[in-house]
């Protein structure tokens, strides 16, 4: 049986919207396990009147929102507890397609070694979210050429040594990151690379678990032929633009020294590089400069502690 986690906060509507979508397109066996990361709106009433008398839809509430990785691990880990040997973690603002999740499972059946798959995503006005899929291992150096806002600069010729144009990956193709917005994992292999972590609260778990499934051995791949539609940014709605860029510069300092063995000194630069852009970013905004020095502040003091850590050895 297929195992479905929504994680929800404060958006009912969205999750109510994903789960028609799941239901109008997908005919095999499933339950839904929507995980509410302490909504502080009417999220859970809603839900709850909804799908009280469902048999196949859960609602599992947190205390308060830990973050993207924590929930759906809370999920995940009921779903596994349930018999479920498949687990689509999914957005609530995604919408899925016709056959979307049919094609993502036969991949299973089609490679042994396969631990997860993930869909082509468009966002609205029928744009691919992905310009990239990346078809050779990270190492820190890619990561620090192509994952920044310069990359756009990088000579075709040397990108296409790593990366493949989304476009033109028309089969299903190996792939060494996924969308971290929609993807489906085999249930006892997700549970050998200890699933998401939850040292991430937001941003940064696609690339910590595409690295922790590499390093197993096993595969992921991109699935052309399963299509959903992204309303990107609505499932993550009350977090300002200006603080969800630092706190993805915060968990990408996670990532980069805990698995990629990022250099210290580069860390450094980087992170200064990095509050220097967004400073110059959203100079405009109202309550900028407060916003800059605390999370300067925080970032800072987090590099020093992680610095101290040992690195994660997989």
């Given at each position: 049986m297929l195992g479905i986690v929504i994680l929800n906060y404060n958006t009912a509507k969205l999750t109510a919207d994903c789960i028609n979508s799941i239901m109008n397109t997908y005919k095999g066996a499933f339950k839904i396990y929507i995980v509410d990361g302490g909504s502080t709106d009417d999220s859970v009433i809603i839900l709850e009147d909804a799908y009280r008398e469902s048999e196949?839809?859960?609602?599992?509430?947190?205390?308060?929102?830990?973050?993207?990785?924590?929930?759906?691990?809370?999920?995940?880990?009921?779903?596994?507890?349930?018999g479920c040997r498949k687990i689509?973690?999914?957005?609530?603002?995604?919408?899925?397609?016709?056959?979307?999740?049919?094609?993502?499972i036969l991949t299973f059946e089609k490679y042994e070694s396969t631990a997860l798959v993930f869909p082509c995503v468009y966002n609205t006005g029928d744009i691919l979210q992905s310009v990239d899929i990346v078809i050779k291992k990270r190492s820190w150096l890619d990561i620090l050429i192509y994952e920044n806002i310069f990359s756009k600069f990088v000579p075709k010729a040397i990108?296409?040594?790593?990366?493949?144009?989304?476009?033109?990956?028309?089969?299903?193709?190996?792939?060494?990151?996924?969308?971290?917005?929609?993807?489906?994992?085999?249930?006892?292999?997700?549970?050998?690379?200890?699933?998401?972590?939850?040292?991430?609260?937001?941003?940064?778990?696609?690339?910590?678990?595409?690295?922790?499934?590499?390093r197993k051995n096993y595969k992921m791949y991109y699935i052309p032929d399963s299509k959903v539609l992204h309303l990107k940014g609505a499932s993550?709605?009350?977090?300002?633009?200006?603080?969800?860029?630092?706190?993805?510069?915060?968990?990408?300092?996670?990532?980069?020294?805990?698995?990629?063995?990022?250099?210290?000194?580069?860390?450094?630069?980087?992170?200064?590089?990095?509050?220097l852009i967004l400073r110059v970013r959203y100079r405009k905004i109202e309550g900028i400069t407060q916003l800059h020095y605390r999370y300067k502040i925080e970032l800072l003091s987090y590099m020093e502690e992680l610095h101290k850590q040992k690195r994660i050895l997989i």
């Open positions: 196949i839809i859960k609602i599992i509430q947190l205390n308060k929102n830990y973050g993207f990785s924590y929930g759906n691990n809370r999920g995940a880990e009921i779903a596994i507890k349930e689509l973690i999914t957005n609530s603002d995604i919408i899925f397609y016709e056959n979307a999740i049919e094609n993502l990108k296409k040594r790593t990366r493949r144009p989304v476009e033109e990956c028309m089969e299903e193709t190996q792939s060494f990151y996924f969308e971290g917005c929609c993807f489906l994992v085999d249930s006892i292999k997700f549970c050998e690379v200890d699933m998401l972590d939850e040292n991430i609260f937001l941003y940064g778990e696609e690339s910590i678990l595409s690295e922790k499934i590499i993550s709605e009350g977090i300002t633009r200006a603080e969800r860029s630092y706190i993805c510069l915060k968990s990408k300092l996670y990532f980069w020294y805990k698995y990629k063995k990022f250099p210290k000194i580069l860390d450094w630069i980087t992170v200064k590089a990095g509050l």
